[in-house]
């Protein structure tokens, strides 16, 4: 059972641009929400994160858009650049403070 | 660089082997966690080790079991391997237990099973 739903599978976008990942997920106990980033031959690496208390965090180009009631969240990556190619996963945690992915999405930023 | 190091590389093994894999984590992090990655996929959570005592469980089966050492570093230990487990096998180390401490990842094992 897929607990955190990723989407796009795959995005391509124009260097300047604004990347935008989707997540959703069903467990209302989730209380912790992590975007890693993973590049080809590298483990994952935290990029940002938020609690369910906060509708938006936003770190330099990197900013999470929270919705509790729509049980939605999403991560966008404003003017976007080649190095931010890269794999992206979406992630939540349960009480058991294990750490759920989503399946990824691969991002390619064209120069 | 996280500081987290993983060996071997690489493995291929055949049907029915066992294999462990090792993790060596930053100094002072009490804590290990340890994921399967196959292919296209997100990581999954095998378990987490804290203190040298196993600290949680994810859905694998007993034929995927653990040792942490208080050297800050670990094994992963998998009997009777099967063609589905072939993917690439990564350790987390945090300094603490709680899933938000950051967990800083090695580059992980690729392992083929054959």
């Known amino acids: 059972q897929q607990q955190v739903k990723q989407s796009p599978q795959s995005l391509i976008v124009q260097k300047g641009g604004i990347s935008i990942i989707n997540c959703a997920y069903e467990?209302?106990?989730?209380?912790?929400f992590p975007w890693y980033q993973q590049f080809p031959g590298k483990g994952p690496a935290l990029l940002i994160a938020?609690?369910?208390?906060?509708s938006e965090k936003k770190e330099g180009r990197f900013t999470i858009s929270f919705n509790k009631s729509a049980k939605q969240f999403s991560l966008h990556i404003m003017d976007s650049q080649p190095g931010d190619s890269a794999t992206y996963f979406c992630?939540?945690?349960?009480?058991?403070?294990?750490?759920?992915f989503g399946k990824g999405t691969r991002l390619h930023i064209l120069p | 660089e996280t500081g987290v190091t993983q060996s071997p590389t690489h493995l291929i093994k055949t049907r029915g082997q066992q294999v462990t894999l090792r993790c060596s984590s930053q100094?002072?992090?009490?804590?290990v966690s340890w994921y399967q990655q196959a292919l296209g996929q997100g990581p999954q959570f095998i378990f987490q080790?804290?203190?040298?005592?196993?600290?949680g469980r994810g859905n694998f089966p007993p034929r995927f079991s653990g040792l942490q050492f208080p050297n800050y570093s670990s094994e992963l230990n998998v009997n009777a391997l099967e063609l589905d487990d072939s993917a690439l096998y990564l350790c987390?180390?945090?300094?603490?237990?709680?899933?938000?401490?950051?967990?800083?990842f090695g580059p992980g094992t690729r392992l083929t099973v054959l």
């Open positions: 938020i609690r369910p208390d906060v």
């Open positions: 467990n209302t106990a989730f209380d912790y």
């Open positions: 080790y804290y203190r040298e005592e196993e600290n």
């Open positions: 992630a939540a945690t349960d009480r058991d403070d294990k750490i759920i």
């Open positions: 987390a180390s945090s300094p603490g237990s709680r899933s938000t401490d950051t967990q800083y």
């Open positions: 100094s002072g992090h009490n804590t």
